[in-house]
């Protein structure tokens, strides 16, 4: 959206160039620098992208100040109450909330396409059994491509459609399979008359020697998590699926990107990173402790601080309240590492050092607290992040794909190296 009458006037080496302001529907205004170089020679220096809207969207907004997060309009926090993860699906994918016709239509859609290929499973069997789940994820969802060529073609839209509902309903065979393998278990089939959650879990916990009945509260919680973790706006994962995209990549390919970008701990290893944290402080005594070692800079406290939120995390609230509700649920309120958790947010939460630099906690501070005591080990936490963002990432690749004025993704940069020099025989290098 452009707002003509407001521009902002640049001057640089005796040049001057007008860039126009754009205004979205909320949010600060940006300043169109497309024409910068063109009229000053000079680029922007941006590291970290944190002065840079990299694109025009219209799937979800943060207002880090506030603690706002909303997708298509709706607040985060009524739609993990009020919602469940199919529809936020929907949603984020389709602009709009499903009608009832609609929410059977799309259900249906993703739960005929839940089984995998069954060449697909020997994949599994390359592995290391000690390989990190994560790392089979990357490589498993990359191979998607090699299976479902009939919707490779990015430019025709229904193929395109027909590859993110793929992407969301194989997410969570894949994610278990990887699960099952790690432990030596065989692999469970989806079963296509359970919730998105259910089967989820089913297929991590159930084994052949019992039935497996699971607690309706966990599967709540299991689809409230997805919900929290659906899109978050233009993230180090989601910038890289749209970079990797724009050059024209498949959408399976373009999301293995965006699982390798979310691996790391400063993004979505950040669950398994706090609740290895919160382990090794042990017992609220050793609190005091832990927090100088942040200060003296010698680890940071993980579950903590956010590039955008400079408030409560909203989805931490909703977190928090789902790490009550499983903990109840199965038996652990006196978890010692939740008293640890609790104390911990509360003492930084009063401490100058924390609240001088806006440090809140984010989703993942009470993630893995929740994911442990639903039987998940450590390092499965980023695999269900990785479930769970995949309806954001295919739903911004899809944006970008529909996008008349996308290009490929091509940043520049400060160049320090060495300027030109001759090169010299290796007997007359000093
Ligand atoms: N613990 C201690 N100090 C911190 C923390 C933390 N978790 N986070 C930031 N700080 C400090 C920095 O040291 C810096 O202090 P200084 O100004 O005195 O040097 C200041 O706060 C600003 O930090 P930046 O690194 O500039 O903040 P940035 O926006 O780049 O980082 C990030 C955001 C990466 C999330 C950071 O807060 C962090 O590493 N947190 C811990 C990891 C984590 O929980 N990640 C999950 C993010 S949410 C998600 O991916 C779902």
């Given at each position: 959206m452009t707002d003509q009458a407001k521009t902002a006037t640049l001057e640089f080496e005796g040049k001057s160039v007008d860039l126009p302001i754009l205004s979205g529907s909320t949010g600060p205004d940006v300043i169109d620098i497309r024409k910068l170089y063109g009229g000053t020679g000079a680029f922007t220096f941006d590291p970290g992208f944190t002065?840079?809207?990299s694109c025009e969207s219209g799937l979800t907004y943060i207002d880090g100040d506030a603690g706002v997060l909303l997708h298509r309009g709706y607040p985060i926090d009524q739609l993990a109450s009020k919602s469940n993860f199919v529809e936020v699906c929907h949603l984020l994918l389709h602009g709009e909330l499903p009608t009832a016709a609609q929410y059977e239509k799309f259900e249906n859609s993703i739960t005929v396409h839940?089984?995998?290929?069954?060449?697909?499973?020997r994949f599994f069997e390359?592995?290391?059994?000690?390989?990190h789940p994560m790392a089979i994820m990357v490589g498993t969802v990359g191979a998607l491509s090699a299976f479902y060529h009939?919707?490779?073609?990015?430019?025709?839209p229904v193929q395109r459609d027909i590859s993110a509902i793929r992407l969301i309903a194989k997410m969570p065979t894949i994610a278990a399979r990887a699960y099952k393998y790690h432990i030596g278990q065989p692999f469970a089939s989806p079963r296509n008359d359970l919730s998105y959650a259910e089967n989820f879990l089913r297929m991590c916990f159930a084994v052949p020697a019992e039935d497996y009945h699971v607690d309706p509260a966990l599967v709540r919680a299991m689809d409230r998590i997805f919900i929290l973790h659906a899109d978050h706006e233009q993230n180090a994962s989601t910038s890289t699926v749209r970079l990797a995209g724009s050059s024209g990549a498949n959408p399976f390919a373009c999301i293995a990107a965006g699982i390798a970008c979310l691996w790391g701990p400063s993004h979505g290893g950040a669950n398994e990173e706090a609740l290895t944290m919160l382990k090794e402080i042990g017992t609220p005594d050793k609190i005091p402790e832990f927090i100088q070692g942040v200060k003296d800079r010698k680890f940071k406290l993980m579950g903590f601080g956010h590039r955008v939120y400079?408030?409560?995390?909203?989805r931490a609230k909703v977190m928090q309240q789902s790490a009550y509700e499983v903990l109840a649920a199965t038996g652990r309120e006196n978890d010692p590492l939740f008293q640890v958790a609790k104390e911990l947010e509360k003492v930084a939460l009063q401490d100058e050092y924390f609240t001088s630099r806006k440090l809140f906690p984010n989703v993942d501070f009470y993630s893995g607290i929740t994911l442990s005591a639903m039987g998940f080990p450590t390092t499965m936490f980023t695999v269900l992040f990785a479930l769970a963002r995949t309806v954001g990432w295919i739903a911004q690749w899809q944006e970008m794909m529909a996008d008349p004025s996308q290009k490929i993704g091509r940043p520049r940069q400060l160049y320090t190296g060495p300027t030109e020099r001759d090169y010299l025989p290796i007997d007359q290098r000093g």
């Open positions: 002065s840079t809207a839940t089984m995998l290929h069954s060449q697909f499973d390359g592995f290391r059994r000690d390989a009939d919707s490779l073609d990015i430019h025709d400079k408030n409560y995390d909203p």
